[in-house]
C-alpha cells in the first residue's frame, strides 16, 4: 500500500515552479495548498502563488522573502533554496504535480470513507445517504486552487496595491480600467473591456456584432499593443484577415473580395497589412470547437505569446454538453465565464438573439431576447446588443448610424451609445461632438448621417 503523501514530488514541483515560474500556470492546474501534505510545502505553495499574483519575479529568495519563517522556526529562505537545489529535474515537473494531485485524492478518498460510514449509519432513507456520498465524491474530483478559501485581510494587502494603481491612473489622467473598445463614449460607459469580464455582443444577423467584435480585437492589439485572439466558427483565417485589412485600410471590403482592390487601393492595402504585420493580432478557426477545446487553445497561446483579449464568434455555433440545447447553451456561457476568470483577460462572446424582438413596434432587443438560455444574461457581466434602424425601416434617417445599447453591466450604467458604422468598410468610427440625435428632414437630399458625422480618425 503506498503512502498517502511523497515529499519527493512535492519538493519537485516546488522546485520545478521556482526554477521555472513560466510553468506555474500549467503545474497548479486543480492544485491548492490543501493539495500538499506537509504544512511546510503548503505555505511554500500559497507564497509562490501569492508571489507570482503580485506580478514579482518568483524565484527562492522571493518566496522566502514573502514568508518569513515557518512554522516550524525554519527560515523560509534556507528552506526553498534546499529545496531548488534538491530538484531532480525541471522536465519531469508534470510526473511531479501528477503524483501530488493522485496523492491529494487519496487523502481525500481515505476521508470520504469515513465520512460514508458516518452518512450510512443516519436515520435518513436511503436514497438520501446514497445522493450525499455521491455528492462528497463528485466535489473530491471537481476541487481545484480556485475554491481556495482566502481570509479577508489577505485580500485586503493586495487590494491596496490595486487602489494605489488606481489613484496613479487617474493622477496620470488616464480613465481606463481595462482595454479601449476604439470608441470614446463606449469606453466612458463601460471604463474599457475590463480583465475577467464576460461580454456579450449580441445582435440579429447583418447587424455588425462581428464587426463590433473584430473592430475592439483589432484596436488593441494594432493601436494598443496587446496580444488578440479572435476565435471564429464561421469564418476562415483568410476571411477575418481580409476584414481586417479593409477596416484597418479603409478599403471597400466588397473590393477585397473580388480582388481588384490590389489595383484600386494597392497604397491602402500596403500600409494596412504593414500594420496588421506588426501587431499581436492571432486568428484560429475552430468550426464546431467546444468550450474545453477554446479553453485549451487559449492557455497555450497565453503561455507562447501572451493573451490580452479573446473573440470568441460565436456562441450558438459551439458544441456543449447536456440533455437539451438549453442546459448546453448554459454550460457554455457558465465555460466562458469560467475562462474569461482563469485567464484574467476580457472574453467577448457573441450571440445571436431570438426573432421575438422583431415581432415588437420597438424592434430594438433587450436581454430576454438572448435565444436559448436565460443563463447568458446572469453569467455576462458586460451585454452589449448592437442596433442599426435601417436594417429594419429602408428609407430610415439614421442610416450608417449604430445604437450599441448596454443591457446589463455589473458596475456599468445600462444606456445607449451611438457610433458610425461605414460597413464598406466593416469598421466602426466615433461620431463627431456636434453629432445630434434630432432626424433631418425627410425631403432634403443629404449624404446619410454616419458619412457627415464620422470622426476623420482611425479606429
Known amino acids: 500500500m503506498r503512502d498517502p503523501y511523497s515529499v519527493e514530488a512535492e519538493h519537485g514541483l516546488l522546485g520545478a515552479m521556482m526554477q521555472r515560474p513560466e510553468l506555474i500556470d500549467t503545474l497548479s492546474d486543480d492544485l491548492s495548498a490543501e493539495s500538499f501534505y506537509f504544512p511546510e510545502n503548503a505555505d511554500v505553495y500559497r507564497a509562490i502563488m501569492a508571489v507570482r499574483s503580485a506580478g514579482q519575479a518568483v524565484d527562492f529568495l522571493?518566496?522566502?522573502?514573502?514568508?518569513?519563517?515557518?512554522?516550524?522556526?525554519?527560515?523560509?529562505?534556507?528552506?526553498?533554496?534546499?529545496?531548488?537545489?534538491?530538484?531532480?529535474?525541471?522536465?519531469?515537473?508534470?510526473?511531479?504535480?501528477?503524483?501530488?494531485?493522485?496523492?491529494?485524492?487519496?487523502?481525500?478518498?481515505?476521508?470520504?470513507?469515513?465520512?460514508?460510514?458516518?452518512?450510512?449509519?443516519?436515520?435518513?432513507?436511503?436514497?438520501?445517504?446514497?445522493?450525499?456520498?455521491?455528492?462528497?465524491?463528485?466535489?473530491?474530483?471537481?476541487?481545484?486552487?480556485?475554491?481556495?478559501?482566502?481570509?479577508?485581510?489577505?485580500?485586503?494587502?493586495?487590494?491596496?496595491?490595486?487602489?494605489?494603481?488606481?489613484?496613479?491612473?487617474?493622477?496620470?489622467?488616464?480613465?481606463?480600467?481595462?482595454?479601449?473598445?476604439?470608441?470614446?463614449?463606449?469606453?466612458e460607459k463601460l471604463g474599457g473591456l475590463q480583465p475577467e469580464q464576460l461580454i456579450i455582443v449580441a445582435g440579429r444577423p447583418a447587424m455588425g456584432k462581428t464587426t463590433l467584435a473584430m473592430g475592439f480585437a483589432i484596436n488593441a492589439a494594432v493601436h494598443q499593443n496587446k496580444s488578440s485572439l479572435v476565435v471564429s466558427l464561421e469564418m476562415s483565417k483568410g476571411q477575418l484577415l481580409d476584414r481586417a485589412i479593409a477596416s484597418e485600410g479603409k478599403i471597400p471590403l466588397g473590393l477585397m473580395k473580388n480582388g481588384t482592390a490590389c489595383e484600386s487601393h494597392g497604397a491602402q492595402m500596403t500600409a494596412a497589412s504593414h500594420m496588421i504585420r506588426k501587431a499581436n493580432l492571432f486568428f484560429a478557426d475552430r468550426s464546431g470547437a467546444t468550450v474545453g477545446r477554446i479553453r485549451s487553445l487559449a492557455r497555450r497561446h497565453k503561455m507562447r505569446y501572451g493573451l490580452d483579449l479573446l473573440v470568441i464568434d460565436y456562441l450558438q455555433l459551439m458544441e456543449g454538453e447536456g440533455g437539451n440545447r438549453t442546459e448546453e447553451v448554459s454550460g457554455m456561457s457558465r465555460g466562458c465565464k469560467l475562462l474569461a476568470r482563469e485567464l484574467g483577460i476580457p472574453v467577448v462572446l457573441l450571440s445571436q438573439l431570438s426573432r421575438k424582438c422583431e415581432e415588437r413596434p420597438n424592434k430594438r432587443p433587450v436581454p430576454s431576447d438572448l435565444r436559448e438560455s436565460g443563463a447568458i444574461e446572469q453569467d455576462a457581466d458586460v451585454i452589449l446588443f448592437v442596433y442599426r434602424d435601417e436594417v429594419y425601416h429602408e428609407n430610415s434617417e439614421y442610416k450608417g448610424i449604430a445604437e450599441i445599447i448596454i443591457g446589463k453591466g455589473r458596475d456599468v450604467e445600462t444606456g445607449t451609445v451611438r457610433a458610425a458604422f461605414i460597413g464598406q468598410y466593416n469598421r466602426f468610427e466615433n461620431l463627431a461632438a456636434g453629432w445630434k440625435a434630432e432626424p433631418v428632414e425627410a425631403s432634403s437630399k443629404v449624404t446619410p448621417l454616419a458619412n457627415r458625422y464620422a470622426k476623420k480618425e482611425r479606429f
Open 62 to 187: 522571493t518566496v522566502g522573502n514573502h514568508i518569513g519563517t515557518l512554522a516550524t522556526g525554519t527560515p523560509a529562505f534556507a528552506y526553498c533554496a534546499e529545496i531548488v537545489k534538491n530538484t531532480p529535474s525541471v522536465a519531469s515537473a508534470g510526473t511531479y504535480a501528477a503524483i501530488v494531485r493522485e496523492r491529494a485524492i487519496d487523502r481525500a478518498l481515505y476521508e470520504l470513507g469515513s465520512q460514508a460510514m458516518e452518512i450510512s449509519q443516519g436515520d435518513q432513507d436511503t436514497q438520501t445517504k446514497i445522493a450525499a456520498i455521491q455528492t462528497a465524491a463528485m466535489a473530491i474530483d471537481s476541487g481545484s486552487g480556485a475554491d481556495e478559501v482566502v481570509k479577508a485581510s489577505d485580500v485586503l494587502i493586495e487590494q491596496v496595491e490595486v487602489w494605489q494603481e488606481r489613484h496613479d491612473r487617474y493622477e496620470r489622467g488616464e480613465t481606463l480600467i481595462g482595454l479601449s473598445t476604439g470608441l470614446t463614449d463606449l469606453d
